[in-house]
């Protein structure tokens, strides 16, 4: 048995020792395999799908808004503002009023801008209805102003000022009809935006 077992070793020793460089190079190449299938880059594991919730949307969209500013501005048009401003903002964002404005009539400058909101700046003479109208003193109006009241064409506002500059100021309206001889139906008309101090 002793024997047996010798010579099993002795011929396994042979063999191992014929086939050396070839289970040196399996061996080799085994590890290699091992090396590189643990060093391979693999993909990452996709990112779970972020989440929104109603209320992220909702801070998404108040954050700006979009507003309609026309009228007496300089630039009228759409404009894109941080939703924490005011209406007064979206004026200076348009440019600012032109010279046509009505400074008496204009929009509550310190509301906030809202989305999807018109913004109207009214011109001269043409305030909203509804809305209290101060009505243009004839005494101190320039001829721009004059020329904003609807009804007064160049030739009547020329016509008051020259009225002014010979006669001094007006004492009523109906110097109008008297002096400068308009018909009654353009004095009523000219009555609803000006005034006499």
């Given at each position: 048995m002793t024997e047996t077992w010798s010579s099993l070793r002795q011929g396994l020793h042979?063999?191992?020792?014929?086939?050396?460089?070839?289970?040196?190079?399996?061996?080799?190449?085994?590890?290699?395999?091992?090396?590189?299938?643990?060093?391979?880059?693999?993909?990452a594991p996709p990112a779970p799908p972020a989440t929104i919730t109603a209320a992220d949307i909702?801070?998404?969209?108040?954050?700006?808004?979009?507003?309609?500013?026309?009228?007496?501005?300089?630039?009228?048009?759409?404009?894109?503002?941080?939703?924490?401003?005011?209406?007064?903002?979206?004026?200076?964002?348009?440019?600012?009023?032109?010279?046509?404005?009505?400074?008496?009539?204009?929009?509550?400058?310190?509301?906030?801008?809202?989305?999807?909101?018109?913004?109207?700046?009214?011109?001269?003479?043409?305030?909203?209805?509804?809305?209290?109208?101060?009505?243009?003193?004839?005494?101190?109006?320039t001829r721009d102003q004059l020329l904003a009241v609807p009804g007064m064409d160049p030739s009547l506002a020329d016509a008051v000022i020259a009225y002014r500059e010979a006669y001094g100021p007006f004492q009523s309206l109906n110097e109008l009809k008297s002096a400068l001889g308009i018909d009654a139906a353009l004095e009523k008309q000219l009555a609803k935006s000006l005034t006499v101090s």
């Open positions: 042979a063999v191992l020792y014929r086939h050396a460089w070839r289970l040196a190079g399996l061996l080799a190449v085994g590890i290699l395999a091992a090396a590189g299938f643990a060093l391979w880059p693999r993909p909702e801070t998404a969209q108040d954050r700006t808004v979009i507003v309609y500013v026309n009228g007496a501005v300089a630039q009228p048009g759409l404009y894109t503002l941080s939703s924490g401003l005011r209406v007064v903002d979206a004026i200076v964002a348009a440019g600012g009023l032109s010279d046509q404005a009505d400074p008496t009539c204009l929009p509550n400058l310190a509301a906030h801008v809202k989305d999807a909101k018109q913004i109207t700046v009214p011109f001269l003479g043409r305030c909203a209805k509804g809305a209290k109208k101060t009505k243009l003193d004839i005494n101190s109006a």
